[in-house]
């Protein structure tokens, strides 16, 4: 392999990389035998400061050589004019296009020695000089070619304003606003220059038939190197002059300079290219979208009939500034943005500086949202400009200062870093270079301005800046939506810093708050007094109610947040932990608005708020751990009272966290009932346990052994939120103690039990629930083991026998407990199954009881315990076949209803998909059910039928704030639709 030459050592310290450097620099006359010309050393410092040293000096040499006879006055210019000198080499180390065009039109460079007019009528004279050779505008492709020639030349002198004080430091740094605003200055003067070409061809004067609206970026002063120019034209009289007048200037402009884009005329490319002025009124006033609106904010006449153009602007200028009042304008702006950002390849998605996250539409976007929102009543906002209205929305106080300071600095970085690249080859582009491109990368870093830093590279500095700015846009995007209603309830003197209560009320009402004067007062309250609180909680709030926003009830999650601050006023480190950890921010954002039962247990139980920021420990400790950690900390405690009160509390704790992970969707239906029905079983040991000692203490003996047996949903471990403990008590009797002093002892112990536990809480209730005992309320609250074996042996009807299904010892004495269960397996599991009269009996037990419990005029597709195809069906299947063939099937004698059913489908007691279609159901009427009690706060077995619970219930289940929850309605009533017929067939046929 050969290897490349490269320059001399001596010629390499001046920043050549291309071996030609040594003869190039030769030819120019700047080298010698022995080294550099004296003469020539700030030419020699000038190229070392270019973007690209061989560039520049390449761009030289092929002026040198196709205008030998011009050298000698381009090499003493460099010499001797320090702006010459800058200018000219900022283009060439910049910029390959424009080289080519100075090598290809010989002597443009002496434009740039002296100072020339940016003045738009100087601009108009300059082109009209190409287009009037002899006095006469020239048409067709002379025109054209004309044009590109002048437009090229006036965009050299642009760009070397631009560029120059990068090769001389000393020249004038032209600010990034003038130079987009020249640049749109002689767009306007192209385009007027091609109307006067149109005018020579069609034979008609535009004045009276046709005026030119810029749009985007032209609209607002702020035109790129290479953009598209967006127009609409407004037309009168004979429109099919006005349309040739249009689509002539299009094209000579567009062959000659830029393409000229009338997209966004109503209709876009399918409507007419001209229309009257009552023609765009009416398409507005009944056919235009929101986005149109906000397009049309930039409008600006910029050519052609200047009254025209006038009565244009008067007439749009109300549509635009009344567009916020459109329903949902605020959603679908931001809908908007979503789609422009997923339009972006994800190949391209970290480099796209316009349209990705953090790039120059994020700043777009937000700028224009709250012009529109506040520019209604504020016409200092009113600016085509980012620029212009960012610093109106800074000084006005719909923005911190800081913030708009800030983004306005990104925002100039992204422009700049845009024109740079646009100008390496005046193409357009917005696609930052890859990290792996050090050479690309290098260049526009030095054409930019960018140094070497702490021993990294130009390149190396400006990827690093690239993604500080990205990060920094973006922050502040999500953040800008909401500043200005802080501001607006802030009580700051300066008029200018604050809005009306009126603004603040229109900005929550855009934001899709229902009671926008309610949550006003919210956030008065909370921002109240110059306090460090209220200081932080004005720097939370924007991103809470950008977030709460977004939740199924706004207006609820406010107030909760409010009630939540309030009660943890004195709590050190809560707004810390909010103000730090921007998850914990959303996502307690998500659980206020969501949910009635997250914010009462919160405030009580404060501690979970620091592990939303970490889904691992919210939702990764197992329900024995959790067991073992209460139950320890319960027998703890010195009395039972505390003990008690320690278990509420660690119940508590527990409780929030479960809710939060499965809001959050961290925990599946299985994983929540276990820990539920974890967390009761370990709140029974610990006060079952405290009352045992008390009552133990109190007598000076042991009477009895004691066991809890739990039932229900608690024996199956399948709790809810608002599940109730059932149980059954049982005693034994401890040597030379009679059956009814242990009794005695054992229903004291059951009842303190069951009276602490049940006592008045703000938290949801610990009903200790006896009821399934034989001979239920009128029974005795405690039997002894062999009462209940003398009862099952002669009086168990056959529910006994199905509800002792899901039996399962859970406190207490576990041997008792284990012998309590060996005695009821021969009557839930009886040996021959059940017979046909037994069957029936079933069978009309359950009819009995859904036409009995099922609420008066509740809706049997939407109550998920006693609905077609809800909890009640599917359980009650399952424990017929337990009932039936637990004896002969192992896997049946479980309290699992979930496992029962694996089981059966293991045995072949029904088809797979039978056994799925109960499954899915069951897990889907429990998951809805605790949800319903998560929305509401209180237990609830009926899905709502509408309304924002509804909504709510479905965001839960997995729907995202887009989706229609009728969708989530009627995907339930599908799955237990299915399920019912299943049970039709295995209940009351099989």
Same mark, same amino acid.
């Given at each position: 392999?050969?290897?490349?030459?490269?320059?001399?050592?001596?010629?390499?310290?001046?920043?050549?990389?291309?071996?030609?450097?040594?003869?190039?620099?030769?030819?120019?006359?700047?080298?010698?035998?022995?080294?550099? !010309?004296?003469?020539?050393?700030?030419?020699?410092?000038?190229?070392?400061?270019?973007?690209?040293?061989?560039?520049?000096?390449?761009?030289?040499?092929?002026?040198?050589?196709?205008?030998?006879?011009?050298?000698?006055?381009?090499?003493?210019?460099?010499?001797?004019?320090?702006?010459?000198?800058?200018?000219?080499?900022?283009? &060439?180390?910049?910029?390959?296009?424009?080289?080519?065009?100075?090598?290809?039109?010989?002597?443009?460079?002496?434009?740039?020695?002296?100072?020339?007019?940016?003045?738009?009528?100087?601009?108009?004279?300059?082109?009209?000089?190409?287009?009037?050779?002899?006095? #006469?505008?020239?048409?067709?492709?002379?025109?054209? =070619?004309?044009?590109?020639?002048?437009?090229?030349?006036?965009?050299?002198?642009? %760009?070397?304003?631009?560029?120059?004080?990068?090769?001389?430091?000393?020249?004038?740094?032209?600010?990034?606003?003038?130079?987009?605003?020249?640049?749109?200055?002689?767009?306007?003067?192209?385009?007027?220059?091609?109307?006067?070409?149109?005018?020579?061809?069609?034979?008609?004067?535009?004045?009276?038939?046709? %005026?030119?609206?810029?749009?985007?970026?032209?609209?607002?002063?702020?035109?790129?190197?290479?953009?598209?120019?967006?127009?609409?034209?407004?037309?009168?009289?004979?429109?099919?002059?006005?349309?040739?007048?249009?689509?002539?200037?299009?094209?000579?402009?567009?062959?000659?300079?830029?393409?000229?884009?009338?997209?966004?005329?109503?209709?876009?490319?399918?409507?007419?290219?001209?229309?009257?002025?009552?023609?765009?009124?009416?398409?507005?006033?009944?056919?235009? +979208?929101?986005?149109?609106?906000?397009?049309?904010?930039?409008?600006?006449?910029?050519?052609?009939?200047?009254?025209?153009?006038?009565?244009?602007?008067?007439?749009?200028?109300?549509?635009?500034?009344?567009?916020?009042?459109?329903?949902?304008?605020?959603?679908?702006?931001?809908?908007?943005?979503?789609?422009?950002?997923?339009?972006?390849?994800?190949?391209?998605? #970290?480099?796209?500086?316009?349209?990705?996250?953090?790039?120059?539409?994020?700043?777009?976007?937000?700028?224009?949202?709250? =012009?529109?929102?506040?520019?209604?009543?504020? /016409?200092?906002?009113?600016?085509?400009?980012?620029?212009?209205?960012?610093?109106?929305?800074?000084?006005?106080?719909?923005?911190?200062?800081?913030?708009?300071?800030?983004?306005?600095?990104?925002?100039?970085? &992204?422009?700049?870093?845009?024109?740079?690249?646009?100008?390496?080859?005046? $193409?357009?582009?917005?696609?930052?270079?890859?990290?792996?491109?050090?050479?690309?990368?290098?260049?526009?870093?030095?054409?930019?301005?960018?140094?070497?830093?702490?021993?990294?590279?130009?390149?190396?500095?400006?990827?690093?800046?690239?993604?500080?700015?990205?990060?920094?846009?973006?922050?502040?995007?999500?953040? *800008?939506?909401?500043?200005?209603?802080? =501001?607006?309830?802030?009580?700051?003197?300066?008029?200018?810093?604050?809005?009306?209560?009126?603004?603040?009320?229109?900005?929550?009402?855009?934001?899709?708050?229902?009671?926008?004067?309610?949550?006003?007062?919210?956030?008065?309250?909370?921002?109240?007094?110059?306090?460090?609180?209220?200081?932080?909680?004005?720097?939370?709030?924007?991103?809470?109610?950008?977030?709460?926003?977004?939740?199924?009830?706004?207006?609820?999650?406010?107030?909760?947040?409010?009630?939540?601050?309030?009660?943890?006023?004195?709590?050190?480190?809560?707004?810390?932990?909010?103000?730090?950890?921007?998850?914990?921010?959303?996502?307690?954002?998500? &659980?206020?608005?969501?949910?009635?039962?997250? @914010?009462?247990?919160?405030?009580?139980?404060? #501690?979970?708020?620091?592990?939303?920021?970490?889904?691992?420990?919210?939702?990764?400790?197992?329900?024995?751990?959790?067991?073992?950690?209460?139950?320890?900390?319960?027998?703890?405690?010195?009395?039972?009272?505390?003990?008690?009160?320690?278990?509420?509390?660690?119940?508590?704790?527990?409780?929030?966290?479960?809710?939060?992970?499965?809001?959050?969707?961290?925990?599946?239906?299985?994983?929540?009932?276990?820990?539920?029905?974890?967390?009761?079983? /370990?709140?029974?040991?610990?006060?079952?346990?405290?009352?045992?000692? =008390?009552?133990?203490?109190?007598?000076?003996?042991?009477?009895?052994?004691?066991?809890?047996?739990?039932?229900?949903?608690?024996?199956?471990?399948?709790?809810?939120?608002?599940?109730?403990?059932?149980? *059954?008590?049982?005693?034994?009797?401890?040597?030379?103690?009679?059956?009814? #002093?242990?009794? +005695?002892?054992?229903?004291?112990?059951?009842?303190?039990?069951?009276?602490?536990?049940?006592?008045?809480?703000?938290?949801?209730?610990?009903?200790?629930?006896?009821?399934? $005992?034989?001979?239920?309320?009128?029974?005795?609250?405690?039997?002894?083991?062999?009462?209940?074996?003398?009862?099952?042996?002669?009086?168990?009807?056959?529910?006994?026998?199905?509800?002792?299904?899901?039996?399962?010892?859970?406190?207490? !004495?576990?041997?008792?407990?284990? $012998?309590?269960?060996?005695?009821?397996?021969?009557? $839930?599991?009886?040996?021959?199954?059940?017979?046909?009269?037994?069957?029936?009996?079933?069978?009309?037990?359950?009819?009995?009881?859904?036409?009995?419990?099922?609420?008066?005029?509740? !809706?049997?597709?939407?109550?998920?315990?006693?609905?077609?195809?809800?909890?009640?069906?599917?359980?009650?299947?399952?424990?017929?076949?337990?009932?039936?063939?637990?004896?002969?099937?192992?896997?049946?004698?479980?309290?699992?209803?979930?496992?029962?059913? +694996?089981?059966?489908?293991?045995?072949?007691?029904?088809? @797979?998909?039978?056994?799925?279609?109960?499954?899915?159901?069951?897990?889907?009427?429990?998951?809805?059910?605790?949800?319903?009690?998560?929305?509401?706060?209180?237990?609830? !077995?009926?899905?709502?039928?509408?309304?924002?619970?509804?909504?709510?219930?479905?965001?839960?289940?997995?729907?995202?704030?887009?989706?229609?929850?009728?969708?989530?309605?009627?995907?339930?009533?599908?799955?237990?639709?299915?399920?019912?017929?299943?049970?039709?067939?295995?209940?009351?046929?099989?």
């Amino acid at each position: 392999m050969v290897e490349r030459a490269r320059p001399t050592a001596s010629v390499a310290r001046y920043g050549f990389t291309d071996p030609r450097a040594d003869g190039q620099l030769r030819a120019a006359g700047w080298w010698t035998e022995s080294g550099p !010309d004296g003469s020539a050393a700030d030419v020699l410092s000038a190229l070392s400061r270019a973007a690209d040293p061989d560039l520049a000096l390449s761009g030289l040499d092929r002026i040198r050589e196709v205008d030998p006879a011009a050298w000698n006055g381009l090499d003493q210019a460099l010499r001797a004019n320090r702006t010459f000198r800058g200018r000219m080499l900022g283009v &060439l180390g910049t910029s390959s296009a424009l080289a080519d065009f100075m090598v290809s039109n010989t002597g443009c460079w002496k434009a740039l020695e002296g100072h020339k007019s940016t003045e738009p009528d100087q601009y108009v004279s300059s082109l009209l000089g190409h287009l009037r050779p002899e006095g #006469e505008v020239l048409t067709g492709l002379e025109a054209e =070619q004309a044009l590109r020639v002048g437009y090229r030349e006036l965009l050299l002198g642009i %760009a070397a304003a631009d560029l120059g004080h990068l090769v001389e430091p000393g020249l004038r740094q032209p600010p990034y606003a003038e130079i987009g605003a020249q640049l749109t200055t002689l767009a306007e003067a192209a385009l007027t220059v091609g109307l006067l070409v149109a005018e020579s061809e069609v034979g008609a004067s535009v004045e009276g038939l046709l %005026a030119v609206i810029a749009m985007g970026k032209c609209g607002g002063r702020e035109l790129n190197y290479v953009s598209d120019v967006d127009v609409i034209f407004v037309g009168d009289g004979d429109l099919s002059v006005s349309t040739r007048l249009a689509s002539t200037m299009m094209r000579v402009v567009g062959k000659a300079c830029f393409e000229v884009d009338a997209a966004l005329r109503p209709e876009g490319k399918a409507g007419a290219l001209v229309r009257t002025l009552d023609g765009h009124a009416a398409y507005y006033q009944k056919w235009a +979208k929101t986005w149109e609106f906000q397009a049309l904010l930039k409008a600006r006449p910029v050519a052609g009939d200047a009254e025209l153009g006038r009565k244009y602007a008067e007439m749009v200028a109300p549509k635009v500034w009344a567009a916020a009042d459109r329903e949902n304008f605020v959603p679908e702006v931001q809908k908007m943005r979503r789609r422009v950002e997923g339009h972006v390849p994800s190949a391209h998605a #970290e480099r796209e500086l316009k349209l990705g996250r953090g790039g120059l539409r994020d700043v777009e976007f937000a700028v224009q949202l709250l =012009q529109l929102v506040h520019g209604r009543i504020d /016409a200092e906002l009113r600016s085509p400009s980012t620029m212009d209205a960012l610093a109106a929305l800074g000084d006005g106080g719909y923005v911190g200062r800081k913030d708009a300071a800030e983004l306005a600095s990104s925002y100039e970085f &992204l422009r700049t870093i845009e024109h740079r690249l646009q100008l390496r080859r005046l $193409r357009r582009t917005h696609l930052f270079p890859a990290a792996s491109d050090v050479s690309e990368l290098r260049t526009i870093a030095r054409a930019s301005g960018v140094r070497p830093a702490r021993g990294k590279s130009e390149g190396a500095v400006l990827l690093a800046e690239f993604r500080r700015h990205l990060q920094s846009i973006r922050r502040l995007h999500e953040k *800008l939506f909401y500043r200005p209603l802080l =501001q607006s309830v802030a009580n700051v003197p300066t008029e200018a810093l604050r809005l009306t209560t009126k603004q603040a009320e229109s900005r929550l009402a855009a934001l899709g708050y229902a009671a926008p004067d309610g949550a006003l007062q919210h956030i008065k309250a909370l921002t109240a007094g110059m306090s460090r609180r209220a200081a932080i909680q004005q720097a939370l709030l924007p991103v809470l109610l950008d977030l709460l926003a977004d939740t199924p009830d706004p207006d609820r999650g406010l107030l909760s947040y409010r009630k939540v601050s309030e009660a943890l006023e004195a709590t050190p480190w809560y707004l810390r932990v909010l103000r730090d950890e921007g998850a914990v921010v959303e996502r307690l954002a998500f &659980l206020l608005g969501t949910s009635r039962l997250v @914010p009462d247990l919160l405030a009580r139980a404060p #501690e979970v708020l620091q592990l939303l920021g970490d889904p691992a420990r919210l939702a990764g400790r197992t329900p024995a751990e959790v067991a073992t950690s209460l139950r320890a900390a319960v027998r703890r405690q010195p009395g039972l009272n505390a003990a008690v009160a320690a278990a509420r509390s660690l119940r508590r704790h527990e409780m929030l966290r479960i809710a939060s992970a499965d809001l959050l969707g961290l925990l599946d239906v299985p994983a929540v009932c276990a820990a539920l029905s974890s967390v009761w079983v /370990a709140v029974l040991q610990g006060a079952l346990a405290a009352a045992f000692r =008390q009552r133990q203490a109190e007598l000076g003996q042991t009477p009895a052994k004691i066991a809890v047996i739990g039932m229900g949903r608690l024996g199956g471990a399948e709790l809810g939120y608002g599940s109730d403990a059932d149980v *059954l008590f049982v005693c034994e009797p401890t040597e030379g103690v009679s059956d009814s #002093e242990a009794a +005695k002892f054992a229903s004291s112990v059951a009842e303190t039990v069951r009276k602490i536990l049940g006592a008045p809480s703000p938290d949801p209730a610990l009903v200790v629930d006896a009821d399934l $005992r034989p001979e239920g309320r009128s029974g005795p609250l405690v039997r002894t083991l062999e009462s209940y074996r003398s009862y099952y042996g002669r009086w168990a009807e056959v529910w006994e026998s199905q509800a002792l299904l899901r039996a399962r010892f859970i406190a207490g !004495d576990e041997d008792l407990g284990a $012998r309590f269960i060996e005695m009821i397996d021969p009557i $839930r599991y009886p040996q021959e199954g059940l017979d046909a009269v037994r069957v029936r009996e079933i069978r009309r037990i359950k009819a009995r009881v859904e036409t009995e419990r099922m609420p008066k005029g509740a !809706d049997p597709t939407r109550h998920t315990k006693l609905g077609r195809g809800g909890l009640a069906d599917v359980e009650w299947t399952v424990q017929l076949m337990q009932l039936r063939h637990g004896h002969e099937v192992e896997g049946l004698r479980t309290t699992s209803t979930i496992e029962a059913l +694996k089981a059966a489908a293991e045995a072949g007691l029904a088809e @797979p998909a039978e056994i799925e279609s109960l499954t899915e159901a069951w897990l889907l009427a429990t998951r809805v059910r605790n949800a319903g009690m998560l929305v509401r706060g209180k237990a609830v !077995d009926e899905i709502p039928s509408s309304g924002r619970d509804l909504a709510a219930v479905a965001r839960v289940l997995g729907y995202s704030a887009d989706d229609d929850p009728g969708e989530f309605l009627d995907a339930y009533r599908r799955t237990t639709r299915r399920a019912h017929a299943v049970v039709e067939t295995l209940f009351y046929q099989g």
